[in-house]
Structures are given as structure tokens and as C-alpha cells.
């Protein structure tokens, strides 16, 4: 006789033992695997061992909680849940007229909430649900490796748009999977002073003229480029970026950051344009 083949893997959290087993044992004739944790702490570990397991079978797909538990409560599990592993999908387990309960978990990030005592259908439909929007985000996530952004911008010379730019590069590079510790403070800082120079030394903060800012991202690499109106300047004046002798010198500080946080920085022979990389390996990988 050949095994059916299981579709997923919820973890059960209640701090009754025998609505664990209840659950546990309704789950598994659904052709699912089922973990149980008594408490929130114990489910976080739980957790934290599927995200560092290299196995596929030991994730865990959907989280079903009860909201009133000793310790920790389920909109707190939630809310931690949600810091590990954001596109989890949280449903929660609500006793009968406590709607302002339910309301509060999906406001937090819940996925769903069925009330209890729970109505059997219900559940395995909610469940199975959760199942499928966590495959279908797991199959999106296959082809990021592979996905390369296109971001373009046109801004008046205003450094008030600054921080929004950074913000919105920032969001594609994180959806993308670029790391955040490439990322960081340090080309978010280095983004900024090449934007604050286009506007304040190249367009002299001239509202009629645009800076052009075009943004390739990928998992490996960002690449960002500047283009001001400006007539530009004479390139062979930079200093060195990479001596601190000159960070004290006309144009050093900036240039000296954006080329301590940035793996290239390069300018055109007109002095208008400069284009920043950062590689999540260095110079090993192109887009």
C-alpha cells in the first residue's frame, strides 16, 4: 500500500494538552503533519528549530494558537511569530464573544481565527487554506533568485524626497532577498550623499531641474545611478576616496563614505553621473 504523500506542517499551541491531542489527531487525518507546544515559549522554539533546519520537511507551514494561555498569550505568540518569520500564516483560536479579540489578532497579522469550541469543517478549512497561501508565497520566493528590479526615479531637486527614495529602494532590495546586512545603514548612508550631492552641488538645488535615479537590484547585487542637469565638474579634482587624509577636504567626507560603503563608485567623464555597487559577494557575482 503506498503512503498518501503529506501537504504541510502546523504546529499546534494550547496549553491544554488534551485539545492539543484533539487537533493533532483531526490534522493528521487531513494528511498533515502536526508539532504541539503547551505554551508560546516552547512553540518559538519549536519555530526557530524548522527555520534552521536545512530540510524542507522539518518547516513549519501554519501556526494555530489559543489566544488565552498562562505566560504568554496568543497575540503576543503572534507578534513574535511574526519577527521570525513574517509570511507565516497565524491563525487564532478565540473563545465565543470575544469578537474584540478576533478583531485585534487580524489588526496584529493574523491570518484567521475560528472561535471555540471549534466547529470541525471550519477548522480544516482554515487550515488548509493557510497551506495554501504559505505553498504559493514559498513558490514565488523560487524564482527571486533569478528576478532582477528596475527602479527609476525623476525628482525635482528637493531633499526632502530623499528619505522616500532611499525607503522605496530599500523595500524592492528586501523583497528581492537582498540581504539586509548588505543593505544596512551604510549604503542607505551612501545612497543619501550621492542623491544630496546631485540636488545641492549639481542642480544647486534648482526645483526646475531633475535628478535621474536608476536602481538594478537583484539578490546579488544593487547598482544605483545618479544623473543631475548640472554642467557637471572636472572628475580628475575628486580626492581619493579611500584616503582618510581627505575627509576633511571640499567634497571628501561624502565621496570618502560612498566609497568605504559602496564596492564601486564610479563617475562619468562629464561629472554629472555617478554609479554606486554594492555585491553581496564582492565582484564575484554580475547581474
Not at 498518501?4 to 494538552?17: F, I, P, S, Y
Not at 511574526?82 to 496584529?108: C, F, H, N, R
Request: glycine share 6%; charged share 25%; net charge negative.
Amino acid at each position: 500500500m503506498v503512503q498518501a504523500q503529506t501537504h504541510g506542517k502546523v504546529l499546534v499551541v494550547d496549553d491544554d494538552e488534551l485539545i492539543c491531542q484533539l487537533l493533532s489527531d483531526l490534522l493528521s487525518r487531513q494528511n498533515l503533519t502536526v508539532v504541539e507546544a503547551l505554551n508560546g515559549y516552547e512553540a518559538l522554539e519549536l519555530l526557530s528549530e524548522s527555520k534552521s533546519s536545512k530540510s524542507s520537511d522539518d518547516s513549519i507551514d501554519v501556526v494555530l494558537t489559543d489566544v488565552n494561555m498562562p505566560g504568554m498569550n496568543g497575540i503576543v505568540l503572534m507578534e513574535e511569530i511574526k519577527k521570525i518569520s513574517p509570511q507565516l500564516p497565524v491563525i487564532v483560536m478565540t473563545g465565543w464573544g470575544s469578537e474584540d479579540i478576533a478583531v485585534k489578532s487580524l489588526q496584529g497579522g493574523a491570518f484567521n481565527f475560528c472561535r471555540k469550541p471549534f466547529n470541525v469543517n471550519e477548522i480544516v478549512k482554515i487550515v488548509k487554506k493557510g497551506l495554501e497561501i504559505k505553498k504559493s508565497y514559498d513558490k514565488h520566493r523560487e524564482i527571486l533568485p533569478f528576478l532582477v528590479a528596475d527602479l527609476s526615479f525623476d525628482i525635482p531637486s528637493d531633499v526632502n524626497y530623499i528619505r522616500s527614495v532611499i525607503q522605496h529602494i530599500y523595500q524592492v532590495a528586501n523583497q528581492l532577498g537582498f540581504p539586509e546586512e548588505e543593505f544596512s545603514m551604510r549604503v542607505k548612508l551612501a545612497i543619501d550623499e550621492a542623491l544630496g550631492n546631485a540636488i545641492k552641488h549639481g542642480n544647486k538645488n534648482d526645483r526646475n531641474k531633475k535628478v535621474k535615479i536608476h536602481a538594478q537590484i537583484s539578490p546579488r547585487k544593487l547598482q544605483v545611478t545618479f544623473t543631475d542637469e548640472g554642467r557637471g565638474f572636472d572628475v580628475s579634482s575628486l580626492p581619493d576616496p579611500k584616503d582618510p587624509d581627505n575627509l576633511n577636504k571640499e567634497g571628501g567626507r561624502g565621496v570618502l563614505l560612498m566609497g568605504y560603503y559602496m564596492d564601486e563608485l564610479s563617475y562619468n567623464d562629464k561629472g554629472n553621473e555617478v554609479v554606486l555597487t554594492k555585491y553581496v559577494t564582492k565582484k564575484k557575482t554580475e547581474i
